[in-house]
């Protein structure tokens, strides 16, 4: 079945680093999806990315979605400590219905 | 505002017990998932609905079943609760194939 990989799983960063999470798919998708977790709350929505070599930016945070569809970035600038939490990214097949989420990189801000 | 609810933050039962997780929706949505969520392992999608009495497996649906009586509700059933069902469970609504609304989870420890 389809498979969505995140790495790193654990990502250290000082405070005003920069850094980047990937996300790989087994199969080609028709969106991806980028969820953020707080520690003790709940995925919530961040972005979603459709076409080919789309990148959308949100401030900090730039996503870019790549040209074969299968795989995705979040890259943040400048971290700061409201960054901490769990990123999960999550596609949905090419003609499919459900969201395959991967195992999420979790973030920890050293201030 | 869009609201998910789910009837336990937390919860204790003992093996052989039969659970209940109840979440309701207040947006009208159509699709409602119930996912399990694993330290490394992301969110994994146990059943999903598209429509009122309507289910669908996901990719682990060994030892659950699910309910859609209303458009709101959408029950998870854990006939004879086992140990290695000791997790997080989201539920999350959505309109169509796009944002994921989750509630707040359900920390379920079968003992």
């Known amino acids: 079945g389809q498979q969505v990989m995140q790495i790193p799983q654990y990502q250290h960063v000082q405070e005003g680093e920069d850094f980047t999470t990937y996300c790989n798919s087994s199969t080609t998708l028709s969106n991806i999806q980028w969820y953020k977790q707080r520690p003790g709350g709940h995925p919530v929505f961040l972005i979603q990315l459709v076409k080919s070599g789309e990148v959308k930016k949100q401030k900090r945070l730039t996503f870019q979605f790549g040209e074969a569809k299968k795989n995705s970035s979040l890259h943040i600038t400048a971290t700061q400590t409201t960054d901490v939490g769990t990123y999960f990214c999550a596609g949905t097949r090419a003609a499919g219905n459900k969201l395959t989420f991967g195992g999420g990189t979790r973030v920890l801000v050293k201030p | 505002d869009v609201k998910v609810t789910q009837s336990s933050r937390y919860l204790v039962k003992r093996t052989g017990e039969k659970v209940f997780l109840e979440c309701v929706q207040d947006?009208?949505?159509?699709?409602m998932f119930w996912y399990r969520q694993d330290p490394g392992l992301g969110l994994r999608l146990i059943y999903f609905s598209y429509d009122v009495k309507m289910k669908e497996k996901g990719d682990i649906p060994e030892g659950y079943s699910v309910s859609r009586e209303k458009k709101e509700r959408f029950s998870l059933i854990l006939e004879s609760a086992s140990t290695n069902q000791t997790s997080m469970y989201l539920c999350a609504s959505t309109p169509g194939l796009d944002t994921q609304y989750f509630g707040p989870g359900t920390r379920l420890t079968v003992l």
């Open positions: 947006m009208d949505h159509e699709n």
